[in-house]
């Protein structure tokens, strides 16, 4: 019988060693630096289907086969201005002078979130005793506070004009609010995979979707209502990927929900990240290469010397198998198993300890051959996958990618959960027009993950993290040549980036298990420097979940985190102090009107003066209405 620890070790390398899927044939990584791709052309890396056939074969071959992580980001891209700032003009009294916008990446570009205001009413979707609600408040004049209506369901809005679009898992809602007070309805729609991200830019939304393949009738696709993707219409990378995800991307009219255009293609379901340019939409996902691949390619290289002539044969026909890579590895563990019983106990202890050293350098050797991130493409305007690239490791969140001057730049994780080895960070520069690598800076924090990431112009910021923050500065002046400028460690980590101007760069995060804000002083980029940093008494803010959260007042130099036992209003002016504490129970969000500060908890709303920081106003949120709005199912054409 085999040694039970030697059985543990070598199963246990057969197990964990999962990360992403060599694919595409894009580049090929060896040692534990990343060399240039071989670039395709966009031609060459993604196709579209002849028939329903060539699909059925298609996914019969790659699909069915990937372990799902199935967390999903979104973002939209950095240009010069990192946030969409408010609406500025003069006041005429009943009218604000100006409110502000979501906090986005790329002006022009709307984001979703769960408030939303015209400088006048605010939409606020609140989570109520386990219920989605859509409060509709009378925001200004400051006289009219109060809970115009009540909606029953919503999440995620858009608001243009008079249109206010609700978002929710598989369906959209469009109502026309001219009428605060009295929202009606005028589209709905219904998505037949789940919406990871949506996008809203010149009176067009765009919603991407994902849904599980079937396998049965894989094809045509019906991504929203009756909307149908032809077989011959969807595309697919021309190496096998594990293909179990249908990803669509639907183009719609903000007044009318018509469905305008609508494409799909395959890829991996795990870590979808989502980002919109003006010209172009990314999906990304992790690709994965299953077990069997891994273990074989460990066995029959680093360790091939071990091994004897008839274990090595019979990996060899096991190659020739016409099976499923799970029974391939389930045939692979019984042939170790063979191997094992046939040394004695001094042979097995040194083939232990053989097997452990090699399986460490190796891991070391392969971290960037083994985890990596597809990303497809699209054209805005033709709705065309139009190229494909790859790059080594995992992204954290959606500032990981950046889109400026004819590149991409995209910051991963090479986590090497399989092995020993120490994780590493990497920015890579990619051509737009065809995704292949221009440059690359790898090997950052070792031993430590991504935590935040924020390109600014030609310059990169990279907070990693397993015991301090180290802060690193990029200059990616020249795509083909990145380099690491500087770099800073001090205690606790930021979770989200944000510039406030004048060579500095605010990090939210946390330290020892509460809120912290730290402004770093960047003019050197050599040499980054904490300018100053506040610890708050708080364990929670929102922005450790979404960017949405995060409001900046360039006309007060003040920005506001929201907590859990309160609102902070932080100057930055004069290094960082507490301009004004709100205390209320959970906030979510806040935003301004003229130079009002409206502080949008659960159950609460209270209003700030903005020259004097005082309480003016303040308005319990109350009981629910009863009130619903019905929603119709909008006929959808046919995509030919």
Known sequence: MINQHRKELFYGFAIVVVVGLVSFGLAVWSGGDAERSNPLSSEESFTRFEDEGEMRAFVAETGGSANYRQRVTTSAFTQD???????????????????????????????????????ESIFYT?????????TVLDAFPLDDLNVSTTLQGGDNLFLDNDTLVILEDSRVRGFDVSTPSQPETMWSQSFNGSIVSARLQHGDLFFITRDRVDYDSPCPIHPVGNTVIPCNQIYHPRDPVNAETTYSIVKADLGSGRIVDATSFLGSRSNTVVSVSEDNI??????????????KDFLEGAANDLLDDSTRRRLERLSEYNISDRAKEVELETIIDDWQTRLNEDARLEVEN????????????????????????????????????????????????DEREGTVRVATTVDPSFGRADSENDVYTLSVDSLTQQGNVTGMGVNERIYSVRFLDD??????????????????????????????????FSSYLHPLGNNT?????????????????????SNPVVKDSYILDESWSAIRNTHHAFLHDER???????????GYVFSYRDGLSIEKAVSMKDVERAVYIDDYLYVLGLEEVVVLDEETWDRVASLNLGELSDRIIDYPVEPIRRIE
């Open 505 to 525: 760069v605010l990090g939210v995060g946390e330290e020892d298990g509460e809120v912290k804000a730290v402004v770093f002083n960047v003019s050197d980029p």
């Open 126 to 134: 609140r989570n109520q005793y386990g219920s989605m609600n859509l």
């Open 459 to 492: 310059k990169g910021y990279v907070v990693t993290f397993r015991r301090v923050d180290p802060f690193h500065v990029l200059d990616l002046s020249d795509p083909e040549n990145p380099s690491l400028e500087g770099e800073l460690k001090l205690p606790g």
């Open 354 to 401: 053989e097997l452990e050293s090699l399986r460490r350098n190796w891991t070391k050797r392969n971290m960037r051959r083994y985890q990596s991130t597809g990303i497809a493409r699209i054209s805005v305007d033709s709705l065309e996958v139009e190229a494909q690239g790859r790059v080594p490791g995992s992204l954290n969140d959606q500032f990981s990618l």
């Open 282 to 295: 990314y999906v990304t996902y992790e690709e994965r290469t299953p077990r069997y691949e891994r273990l």
């Open 81 to 119: 201005v990192a946030f969409e700032s408010g609406v500025a003009g003069e006041s005429s009294g009943s009218q604000p002078s100006r409110h502000s916008r979501t906090n986005v990446q790329v002006r022009g570009v709307q984001e979703p979130d769960v408030v939303k205001t015209d400088g």
């Open 556 to 566: 007060h130099d003040v920005f506001f985190l929201p907590a859990r036992q309160g």
